[in-house]
């Protein structure tokens, strides 16, 4: 007899698999005195991990409403996720991408680029005096 297999019970592979329940989301961000920064949300857990510009950060899980965010100094325009990562660093959920801009957390979707503006290269094109340029020289 066969166990399992055959056409009735053959698996399917169909549709979208998510690994978890419930969606992270990322609900506040604080810098703390210690140089740290907290991350408050819903639906963390352990296995929640701190991604900033794609690479894993050192995170620290406190419960399922906060973790921190250790040994990393964020810049202007930096790319936040928090992901559910597996024992084998697989992602299974993520939340939604984050910039850092002047201080606090913004969707990525709604970050703008600072404009940044250029000294000009070189001495200042001055006026040209008609005057002068029309006096004969002797």
Known sequence: SIVYGGL??????????????????ISGFQVNLDGTYSLYGDNLTGSSKIY???????TKFLNNARIELREYVLEEGDSIVVNQVGSSNRVFRSSEEYKFNEGKLVLASEYIEPVVEEEPLGDP??????DVMNTEVE
Do not use: A, C, H, Y
């Open 8 to 25: 009735k019970n053959k698996p399917t592979r169909e549709g979208e698999f998510q690994m978890g329940v419930l969606d992270v989301s």
């Open 125 to 130: 094109v001055l006026p040209i005096d008609e």
């Open 52 to 58: 900033v510009n794609g690479e894993k950060q050192s």
